[in-house]
């Protein structure tokens, strides 16, 4: 058993404090420390904490996975906005180079579009090019190739104009750091063994937030770099319900390290320890019911993005206590954290 103890030595004569005074009037002796990120709390809230945990199943346990959002190694290149994706559109020579095209330049949210149950796209898009492209799917090309850039050249002739503006930098990427050698026109990290994942509806999340923002984001939308998804065979609305509860919010406010006045509940090393109950025969009634709020809130957000839900999601709020079995005490000690 570890034991965590501070003693005051003197009273800061300056500022009259008295430290002793106040450690020993607010002062908490930690028991259970360990290697993981450490646990600051009463023992109330450390026996919540234990309780959620034993309750529900880590995320990591889940058959999900969480990815990051595409690295495009130059933003100005790969991000544009909706200006210039007419312009490109425009300069396509046929109807056939126009669809290709934009088939290739896909919405994409930042942080700061991810809100509580919505989000709010900046009309903003990114040039989706994986490495070797628009040859990625062949698997005898090795390295930089010249013969997919003659096939983009080709196929794609407004984008390639349009990226040529950036050849010099985009050629410079990491080479004296890691030694790979990009494709020039190829994003810096396709991400192809989970792209198609941006093809199907998933929730997603800001790295760095202040309180629990997320929403789910429809197929077809792209992430920027400092954003995550959650990928895999999942309720999507229940996993929206819960990571967007005061319980949760909560539980990584406490195991997670604060940087400035945001909390670091993107990190991935926290976010997959987040424990959801599992769903079976003795809670299917409370999920149908945070399902069908969840589908409520949806609704009025597409709708209003500005619409006031709190009422619904006061009452998921409930739900989801009853899902953790927590007792009026417990609650209490949730409610007054997250005024």
């Known amino acids: 058993q570890h034991r965590l103890q501070?003693?005051?030595?003197?009273?800061?004569?300056?500022?009259?404090?008295?430290?002793?005074?106040?450690?020993?009037?607010?002062?908490?002796?930690?028991?259970?420390?360990?290697?993981?990120?450490?646990?600051?709390?009463?023992?109330?809230?450390?026996?919540l904490k234990e309780k959620i945990e034993r309750i529900g199943k880590p995320l990591k346990n889940w058959d999900v996975n969480i990815y990051r959002g595409i690295l495009t190694g130059l933003n100005e290149a790969f991000i544009i906005d909706s200006d210039k994706r007419q312009e490109i559109l425009d300069n396509c020579l046929d109807e056939d180079e126009r669809r290709r095209t934009?088939?290739?330049?896909?919405?994409?949210?930042?942080?700061?579009?991810?809100k509580r149950y919505y989000y709010k796209w900046?009309?903003?898009?990114?040039?989706?090019?994986?490495?070797?492209?628009?040859?990625?799917?062949?698997?005898?090309i090795q390295g930089a190739s010249e013969k997919a850039e003659n096939e983009f050249i080709r196929q794609y002739p407004s984008v390639y104009n349009h990226l040529l503006n950036y050849k010099e930098s985009l050629s410079k990427r990491n080479k004296e750091e890691t030694g790979i050698r990009y494709e020039w026109y190829a994003l810096q990290r396709c991400a192809a063994t989970y792209y198609p994942e941006f093809e199907k509806e998933k929730v997603?999340?800001?790295?760095?937030?202040?309180?629990?923002?997320?929403?789910?984001?429809?197929?077809?939308?792209?992430?920027?770099?400092?954003?995550?998804?959650?990928?895999?065979?999942?309720?999507?609305?229940?996993?929206?319900?819960?990571?967007?509860?005061?319980?949760?919010?909560w539980?990584?406010?406490?195991?997670?390290?604060?940087?400035?006045?945001?909390?670091?509940?993107?990190?991935?090393?926290n976010f997959i320890k987040i424990p959801i109950p599992t769903i079976d025969i003795s809670n299917q009634s409370i999920v149908s019911?945070?399902?069908?709020?969840?589908?409520?809130?949806?609704?009025?957000?597409?709708?209003?993005?500005?619409?006031?839900?709190?009422?619904?999601?006061?009452?998921?709020?409930?739900?989801?206590?009853?899902?953790?079995?927590?007792?009026?005490?417990?609650?209490?000690?949730?409610?007054?954290?997250?005024?």
């Open 6 to 47: 501070a003693v005051a030595i003197t009273e800061n004569k300056k500022n009259h404090i008295d430290l002793a005074a106040i450690l020993k009037r607010d002062g908490v002796v930690l028991n259970r420390l360990s290697a993981d990120a450490w646990f600051i709390g009463s023992d109330a809230e450390q026996q």
């Open 102 to 114: 934009e088939a290739i330049i896909k919405p994409i949210l930042r942080g700061r579009d991810i």
């Open 122 to 140: 900046a009309g903003l898009w990114v040039i989706f090019i994986p490495w070797h492209f628009p040859l990625h799917n062949d698997t005898s």
């Open 204 to 249: 997603v999340y800001g790295q760095f937030q202040d309180k629990a923002e997320y929403a789910i984001a429809g197929k077809g939308v792209f992430l920027s770099s400092n954003e995550y998804m959650i990928g895999g065979n999942y309720n999507k609305n229940y996993f929206l319900a819960i990571l967007n509860s005061k319980l949760i919010q």
């Open 251 to 269: 539980y990584l406010r406490n195991i997670t390290g604060v940087m400035g006045e945001k909390l670091k509940i993107g990190q991935k090393s």
């Open 289 to 339: 019911q945070i399902e069908a709020l969840v589908d409520t809130i949806l609704a009025e957000k597409k709708e209003n993005p500005k619409a006031n839900t709190i009422a619904w999601e006061n009452e998921i709020d409930r739900l989801v206590y009853q899902l953790y079995e927590l007792t009026d005490e417990e609650i209490e000690i949730i409610e007054k954290n997250n005024t």
